[in-house]
């Protein structure tokens, strides 16, 4: 692991992190010197500035920060949403920064799990179609990309709601269906924006619970933005950002 | 679940606004099949009017009538006209149904002897005919008019007079069947001899017209010009036009409220593509955080248009199937029924054609594709991180 990152982690989180493996293995996820600027009315804005970042695979990691200093800026930029203004960017051995559209799509649909704040499931459609999308775009079967999706929502533990619409379910499960969607296509990396944003403390536990559980049991690299202190407490690394720079 | 599938549920979004366009297009269909299948039944009046035979009538109007000696110069009292075959004569009679007196239907009184001479699309089985011409009170009716009352052979009908007032019994001897679509099945047919002795003396032998058939029907006008002649110099002269061409006749008056329902079909077309494409747009801007949603997870933007597309193209298609249900019972039993019985001179035959359903169920589809196509191509154009940031 690189200097900076080890610097930038805080005191607490690196004693938690007891566990040396995690320190030991290559990054997943590289940043460097990450520019990513906005225009608003003539005004250049550079939300990320010069960022250097290195996250092990298989770390929870956790991003805090004020409101507007660019976590999820930062986030989009990783899970191949958005391309920087400059700077290299280097995640699960391929450069997004220099990925095309279409590239970056099916990348995306092959290595990023998205857990959303609003949990962002889709109205009309069962528990089980929801955690179903992402196998859509794959060329699996009908069976198989439903047998996939029913293991998926055993590990959230919701099997018995398959069938259930959003609308039908408690934000707690609204959200642990959107982790069964998250890693229904068994990506690497998962990124989730404030998971535990819209929900009480108790289902927010759970949903962490499940985070911390995916980590440790499915290896899955997390990176989560939070401004919830309990929340980052569960995370092996906590970094933290503001004003575009990582502290 | 599939990527087809994906794209129908997404009319479930909003249920309410998707059964209102779905029933919206639906009307929109029934009107346009309307309008189409009365258009093409006017035009069907027409293709289906004789040629071969010809009306003569009074010069002025056929309201007035003609006397009765003038048919001395067809049946052959006083020579032939050459070319014609055989001649009948009528009068309009206007009885009315006494109770159901709203129900329009045509009563004329007719020469027993010439009649189904001139008529031999008038089918009436042999011996109800000749029990017809033995009975002076006798009637002989259509059967579409049969199923209207309820009236069958044997029964005695009291009808009420208007041109001719009081009551008038008959008594139904014959049921006729049409074998070309061209025949008004709704007709009352008495006998002139009856009618004319029951009048006051001054009323007495006057004529509606003359029917006759002619050998040649491309020598129609010629014809009737040799009818017309024979009557030049009597103080009474006449018309004499083929039936197609009094039809055409009576369609070129018409012409102008023809063109003015093609026009207003199409115009219910355009209402129902803006109901479609309403409805749609609305549809993807409210889902536009839902797109974010698929686009993060790796959908492309053709997935997200043809999701839009689809989604129309099966709201059409909902709507036009709809429109075509509702459309038989209401335009061929209710409309269709109702106008045969009653204006069956000029509807004899009231039923929608397979090309217009065909074309109304086209159309619904295809307007709908056409009404997705702008949310389609602007959802295409969405860009990830904004249509997220979208809260929907
Ligand atoms: N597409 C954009 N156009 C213009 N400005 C943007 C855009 N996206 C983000 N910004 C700006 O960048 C800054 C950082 O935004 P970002 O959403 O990354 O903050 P954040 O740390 O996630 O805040 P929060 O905790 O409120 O979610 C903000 O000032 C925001 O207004
Ligand atoms: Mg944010």
């Known amino acids: 692991m690189s200097e900076e990152a080890t610097s930038a982690e805080t005191s607490k989180a690196s004693a938690k992190a007891s566990d040396t493996t995690t320190a030991k293995r290559s990054p997943i996820i590289v940043c460097r010197k990450i520019v990513r600027s906005f225009w608003r009315a003539k005004e250049r804005l550079d939300v990320l500035d010069e960022l250097d970042l290195e996250i092990a695979e298989g770390s929870f990691e956790a991003l805090m920060g004020p409101s507007g200093s660019g976590k999820t800026t930062l986030l989009n930029l990783i899970a191949g949403l958005d391309r920087p ?55 699996l079967g009908s069976s198989e990309r439903k047998k996939r999706a029913q293991i998926a929502l055993r590990v959230v533990g919701l099997e018995d709601r398959m069938h259930h619409r959003p609308q039908q379910l408690s934000g707690g499960q609204e959200q642990r269906v959107g982790i069964a969607r ?3 296509h068994d990506p690497k990396i998962i990124v989730a924006d404030e998971p535990t944003g819209e929900l009480d403390r108790k289902s927010a536990d759970e949903v962490l619970h499940l985070l911390e559980r995916l980590n440790k049991e499915f290896d899955k690299t997390i990176l989560m933005v939070t401004h919830d202190p309990a929340a980052a407490e569960r995370a092996t690394v906590l970094r933290k950002l503001d004003k575009g720079k990582l502290l | 679940m599939t990527l087809s599938g994906l794209s129908i549920k997404n009319i479930g979004h909003n249920w309410l606004r998707t059964i209102l366009t779905v029933v ?79 129900e329009f239907f045509a009563t004329m009184a007719v020469d027993s002897g010439t009649y189904f001479d001139v008529y031999p699309e008038m089918s009436v089985p042999p011996d ?39 009551d008038w ?12 679509k061209s025949v008004d099945r709704a007709q009352f047919l008495t006998h002139w001899d ?35 002649a024979k009557f030049d110099d009597q103080d009474i002269q006449t018309r004499t036009m ?43 801007r409210e889902r536009t ?104």
């Open chain 1, 85 to 139: 203004t400059s700077g290299t960017l280097t995640v699960a051995g391929t450069e997004v920064s220099a990925m095309g559209d279409a590239a970056l799509a099916r990348w995306r649909s092959q290595t990023i799990g998205f857990v959303f704040q609003h949990f962002n499931l889709i109205p009309v459609l069962t528990a089980l179609e929801n955690v179903e999308l992402p196998l859509l775009l794959t060329s």
């Open chain 1, 182 to 184: 998250a890693i229904v």
């Open chain 2, 24 to 102: 919206g297009t639906a009307i929109a269909i029934l009107s346009f099949v309307l309008i189409r299948t009365t258009l093409s039944a006017w035009e069907a009046g027409v293709d289906n009017a004789a040629q071969d035979r010809l009306s003569t009538i009074h010069r002025v109007t056929f309201v007035m009538p003609l006397p009765k000696r003038y048919f001395d110069e067809f049946n052959g009292a006083r020579g032939r006209i050459p070319g014609v075959k055989a001649s009948t004569f009528m009068n309009w009679v206007g009885h009315k149904h006494p109770t159901r007196e709203t």
């Open chain 2, 128 to 166: 109800q005919l000749a029990n017809w011409k033995e009975n002076r009170q006798g009637a002989i009716i259509g059967e579409a008019l049969a199923n209207q009352f309820g009236w069958k052979v044997g029964d005695d009908v009291t009808l009420t007079g208007t041109i001719y007032p009081g």
């Open chain 2, 169 to 180: 019994k008959y008594k139904i001897e014959g049921v006729y069947e049409a074998t070309k």
């Open chain 2, 194 to 228: 009856y009618l004319n002795d029951s009048l006051p003396e001054g009323r007495r032998d006057m004529i509606g017209w003359v029917a006759s058939t002619v050998d040649d029907a491309s020598r129609a006008a010629d014809i009737s010009a040799a009818i017309d």
């Open chain 2, 242 to 284: 083929s039936e197609k061409a009094m039809t055409m006749e009576f369609l070129g008056g018409a012409s102008a409220i023809l063109s003015a329902l093609d026009i207003v079909s199409l115009v219910i077309l355009g209402i129902m593509m803006l109901i479609l494409g309403n409805t749609i747009a609305m549809g993807v």
């Open chain 2, 289 to 392: 955080h839902e797109y974010g949603v698929l686009l993060a997870l790796g959908f492309r933007p053709k997935h997200i248009a043809t999701f839009i597309l689809g989604e129309g193209l099966f709201i059409g298609l909902l709507g036009g199937a709809l429109g075509l249900l509702i459309s038989y019972p209401i335009v061929e039993q209710g409309l269709g029924r109702w106008l045969e019985e009653n204006m069956g001179a000029y509807f004899p035959y009231f039923s929608i054609p397979t090309s217009v359903s065909a074309l109304a169920l086209g159309m619904a589809v295809a307007l709908a594709g056409l009404a997705a196509l702008v949310p389609a191509y602007s959802a295409s154009k969405l860009d990830v991180i904004t249509a997220l940031r979208r809260i929907g």
